[in-house]
T-cell receptor, first 115, second 109 residues
């Protein structure tokens, strides 16, 4: 059974048109993460929520925002997608942020295309 | 960010061969993880290591957490075609998670 679910799996948007990607988890984990992964590269962390506390990476553009309305769901909002934002977006969760409970489990990803 | 040194970048091997890849860091980490990613999918956790010196197996996969806490290796024995994919190491320390650049494995039948 899927534990980290991402919808949609494929998303096409137009240049500058806002888009929202969603992630849900059945693990009841405290921490949820959003990564951007471009072709043949390692995932790059954008931000994470530790419970309701939002933690932004220093180099994440303002164009990227996130919401976590409850434990199970987390959203990635791209306010004005540019061509450079085309990528795979991965959601991950971990039970906590301490050693032995910090293992991250990834969803299948949403591939975003910007036309 | 991508600050782990993972090697090799790619490997082309014959089915049945053993594979070894490793990751090193200039910093100490408390947790080392190995993931496999197939095209169009998210990374799938293979092995998690939490203790320096720990050697853990998962079927044909074996990984070790280096004594210095600055490195880890992953071995795959008797490779099969479905082992193809990109293998990422990851290391974690409090709020700091790093990924290696990945090792792309191709297995020829």
């Amino acid at each position: 059974d899927a534990m980290v679910i991402q919808n949609p799996r494929y998303q096409v948007t137009q240049f500058g048109k806002p888009v929202t990607l969603s992630c849900s988890q059945t693990l009841n984990h405290n921490v949820m993460y959003w990564y951007q992964q471009k072709s043949s590269q390692a995932p790059k962390l954008l931000f994470h929520y530790y419970d309701k506390d939002f933690n932004n990476e220093a180099d994440t553009p303002d164009n990227f925002q996130s919401r976590r309305p409850n434990t199970s769901f987390c959203f990635l909002d791209i306010r004005s997608p540019g061509l450079g934002d085309a990528a795979m977006y991965l959601c991950a969760t971990s039970r906590d942020k301490a050693a032995t409970t910090d293992t991250q489990y990834f969803g299948p990803g949403t591939r975003l295309t910007v036309l | 960010g991508q600050q782990l040194n993972q090697s090799p970048q790619s490997m082309f091997i014959q089915e049945g061969e053993d594979v070894s890849m490793n990751c090193t860091s200039s910093s100490i980490f408390n947790t080392w993880l190995w993931y496999k990613q197939e095209p169009g999918e998210g990374p799938v956790l293979l092995i998690a290591l939490y203790k320096a010196g720990e050697l853990t197996s998962n079927g044909r996969l074996t990984a070790q957490f280096g004594i210095t806490r600055k490195d880890s290796f992953l071995n795959i024995s008797a490779s099969i075609p479905s082992d193809v994919g990109i293998y990422f190491c990851a290391a974690y320390n409090n709020n700091d998670m790093r990924f290696g650049a990945g090792t792309r494995l191709t297995v020829k039948p």
